[in-house]
């Protein structure tokens, strides 16, 4: 077994199984915020519903992803031991800023939050939830900067061997990371914006479903209420329908600014990583062209198998240099000029275990970096696209009664998340061989690189590998159904499962301790 291919399946796994989390935090998050702000400057009910049912998902899925995010740190240092001695002058910089800045803030102003309902003034009270939402956005710009510099290396100066950091300053103003945090936090913007449309359509379609809401001649919503159905009033109805145009509206936007980033960070990638981005266009050769479609054998590594169906003449050049007319290198000039300048063989050292002295695979994962590419635009479409159709559906009041329309826009919900997810596989993966990526720009240390393969514990074995990654794998997969079960009980409960105390009478006689539970502060956390 090899350690170091088993070791990359670890870390990949684990890490998009934790980026799934990720984005529906730091855009619901948001969202909550503004629908907290909201009910705090109108008093109008319909706001502090809709903030304590998005509320509650955002608690869950925050804490499910602090608990598979610890995981990422841990492998540092069980399988990637000698990746940690070569960045870990520079890594420990931004996360220790992101362990007791930002996290610290955004934990302890969200305990104010859940914990405050009642007990602080509503501005003050207010005032936690933005602080929370502020550290969680904080937390991420720290971590991309730590990502940014194995992208394109600053800040540092090469003593024996290795890199010291001695700029911070640098390392968080990469030009990288001022590209790559804009379009992190607009492609989490977009899945909470996926994220509201598919569960608002699900309670709009089933008010329909149970004769709560019909529609008049004109298809305009004639809204209902069901007095012996917790929640089923009239204020429901504007719960959802707002919630759902709300949701179009941010994926549309999300869509609009991870489009607009994207240019940008694309750009730049040329500069910093020509190889990941060649790939990504199946551009074996140079030329100006954009692949709309190019096919090749399933697995092979092979320029020469690569077929281009369908290419926009000048689409490549401007993706890359904003006109039409220049002349893009391609994977067959390029890898020539990384053999020549980062060396043809692994170095002969122990430290590369059997890989000494192997001749180095330059190529980027072909079917992955192009594919990944595409579907990263092609989800974020979908959850724009859905966006707009909920928005022009929802102008009378209210959704379609067909289920297999509602069953697609809960399927869409996943939609944003796989492209955030494929936009980091291309990411990570389009770097290889390298896992600290050398540095052909003029404005970054050039010098600075690791092969991945020097990167691994040498001191762990392949199958001492597969078994954490198999305990890790039983781990997650107990975390994800525990989420998707909780998720998926508080969506069906709606708001009456949010607001217990609103929809009990507290003159009817109880069943002691559960009454009591219904109206803790606690029964909103959790």
């Given at each position: 077994?090899?350690?170091?291919?088993?070791?990359?399946?670890?870390?990949?796994?684990?890490?998009?199984?934790?980026?799934?989390?990720?984005?529906?935090?730091?855009?619901?998050?948001?969202?909550?915020?503004?629908?907290?702000?909201?009910?705090?400057?109108?008093?109008?009910?319909?706001?502090?519903?809709?903030?304590?049912?998005?509320?509650?998902?955002?608690?869950?899925?925050?804490?499910?992803?602090?608990?598979?995010?610890?995981?990422?740190?841990?492998?540092?240092?069980?399988?990637?031991?000698?990746?940690?001695?070569?960045?870990?002058?520079?890594?420990?910089?931004?996360?220790?800023?992101?362990?007791?800045?930002?996290?610290?803030?955004?934990?302890?102003?969200?305990?104010?939050?859940?914990?405050?309902?009642?007990?602080?003034?509503?501005?003050?009270?207010?005032?936690?939830?933005?602080?929370?939402?502020?550290?969680?956005?904080?937390?991420?710009?720290?971590?991309?900067?730590?990502?940014?510099?194995?992208?394109?290396?600053?800040?540092?100066?090469?003593?024996?061997?290795?890199?010291?950091?001695?700029?911070?300053?640098?390392?968080?103003?990469?030009?990288?990371?001022?590209?790559?945090?804009?379009?992190?936090?607009?492609?989490?913007?977009?899945?909470?914006?996926?994220?509201?449309?598919?569960?608002?359509?699900?309670?709009?379609?089933?008010?329909?479903?149970?004769?709560?809401?019909?529609?008049?001649?004109?298809?305009?919503?004639?809204?209902?209420?069901?007095?012996?159905?917790?929640?089923?009033?009239?204020?429901?109805?504007?719960?959802?329908?707002?919630?759902?145009?709300?949701?179009?509206?941010?994926?549309?936007?999300?869509?609009?600014?991870?489009?607009?980033?994207?240019?940008?960070?694309?750009?730049?990638?040329?500069?910093?990583?020509?190889?990941k981005m060649a790939a990504a266009e199946a551009a074996c050769h140079s030329g100006t062209s954009f692949s709309v479609l190019s096919i090749g054998k399933l697995g092979s590594q092979n320029c020469d198998e690569v077929v281009p169906i369908i290419e926009i003449p000048g689409v490549l050049s401007y993706l890359a240099k904003g006109d039409f007319t220049t002349e893009m290198p391609g994977l067959n000039e390029l890898i020539p000029e990384y053999e020549e300048k980062y060396g043809t063989n692994l170095p002969d050292n122990p430290l590369y275990g059997e890989r000494a002295g192997q001749k180095i695979d330059y190529m980027p994962n072909l079917e992955v970096t192009y594919w990944g590419f595409r579907?990263?635009?092609?989800?974020?479409?979908?959850?724009?696209?859905?966006?707009?159709?909920?928005?022009?559906?929802?102008?009378?009041?209210?959704?379609?009664?067909?289920?297999?329309?509602?069953?697609?826009?809960?399927?869409?919900?996943?939609?944003?998340?796989?492209?955030?997810?494929?936009?980091?596989?291309?990411?990570?993966?389009?770097?290889?061989?390298?896992?600290?990526?050398?540095?052909?720009?003029?404005?970054?240390?050039?010098?600075?690189?690791?092969?991945?393969?020097?990167?691994?514990?040498?001191?762990?074995?392949?199958?001492?590998?597969?078994?954490?990654?198999?305990?890790?794998?039983?781990?997650?997969?107990?975390?994800?159904?525990?989420?998707?079960?909780?998720?998926?009980?508080?969506?069906?409960?709606?708001?009456?499962?949010?607001?217990?105390?609103?929809?009990?009478?507290?003159?009817?006689?109880?069943?002691?301790?559960?009454?009591?539970?219904?109206?803790?502060?606690?029964?909103?956390?959790?």
């Amino acid at each position: 077994m090899d350690p170091l291919e088993i070791a990359r399946w670890q870390f990949g796994i684990t890490t998009v199984y934790h980026f799934m989390m990720v984005p529906l935090t730091l855009g619901l998050g948001m969202v909550v915020a503004v629908l907290h702000t909201m009910w705090v400057r109108t008093a109008d009910e319909k706001w502090l519903r809709m903030t304590k049912f998005w509320g509650k998902l955002y608690l869950v899925n925050f804490i499910m992803g602090v608990a598979t995010g610890i995981v990422q740190e841990f492998q540092f240092g069980m399988a990637w031991s000698e990746y940690s001695r070569f960045v870990g002058d520079v890594f420990g910089a931004p996360l220790a800023m992101e362990g007791l800045l930002a996290f610290f803030v955004e934990s302890t102003f969200l305990g104010l939050w859940i914990f405050g309902w009642d007990r602080l003034p509503k501005k003050v009270h207010l005032a936690t939830l933005w602080l929370a939402v502020i550290g969680s956005w904080g937390s991420a710009y720290f971590i991309l900067a730590a990502n940014s510099w194995m992208q394109h290396p600053v800040g540092i100066e090469f003593v024996n061997g290795k890199p010291v950091l001695n700029d911070i300053w640098a390392v968080l103003t990469n030009n990288t990371v001022l590209a790559a945090f804009p379009h992190t936090i607009a492609g989490a913007i977009a899945v909470a914006g996926g994220f509201l449309v598919g569960i608002a359509w699900y309670q709009l379609w089933r008010r329909r479903k149970d004769g709560i809401d019909t529609v008049d001649a004109k298809g305009r919503v004639i809204v209902g209420e069901a007095t012996d159905i917790p929640g089923r009033d009239k204020k429901d109805h504007s719960v959802w329908i707002t919630s759902m145009r709300i949701g179009g509206v941010v994926a549309i936007l999300g869509f609009g600014a991870v489009a607009i980033t994207g240019d940008i960070q694309g750009k730049l990638m040329y500069e910093q990583q020509p190889l990941k981005m060649a790939a990504a266009e199946a551009a074996c050769h140079s030329g100006t062209s954009f692949s709309v479609l190019s096919i090749g054998k399933l697995g092979s590594q092979n320029c020469d198998e690569v077929v281009p169906i369908i290419e926009i003449p000048g689409v490549l050049s401007y993706l890359a240099k904003g006109d039409f007319t220049t002349e893009m290198p391609g994977l067959n000039e390029l890898i020539p000029e990384y053999e020549e300048k980062y060396g043809t063989n692994l170095p002969d050292n122990p430290l590369y275990g059997e890989r000494a002295g192997q001749k180095i695979d330059y190529m980027p994962n072909l079917e992955v970096t192009y594919w990944g590419f595409r579907i990263m635009i092609g989800f974020g479409a979908i959850a724009a696209f859905a966006g707009a159709v909920a928005l022009w559906l929802t102008r009378k009041g209210t959704v379609p009664t067909s289920k297999p329309l509602m069953q697609l826009a809960i399927f869409g919900i996943l939609a944003p998340f796989g492209a955030n997810a494929a936009g980091w596989v291309f990411t990570e993966m389009g770097r290889q061989p390298f896992v600290v990526a050398p540095n052909p720009n003029p404005s970054g240390v050039d010098g600075v690189f690791m092969f991945t393969a020097a990167a691994v514990s040498p001191g762990v074995d392949g199958r001492e590998i597969v078994f954490s990654l198999v305990a890790l794998g039983l781990v997650y997969l107990a975390l994800m159904v525990v989420e998707v079960f909780l998720l998926a009980k508080f969506v069906r409960a709606g708001i009456a499962g949010v607001m217990p105390e609103k929809f009990t009478d507290p003159n009817e006689p109880g069943d002691g301790d559960g009454d009591a539970d219904r109206r803790d502060v606690l029964a909103f956390a959790y």
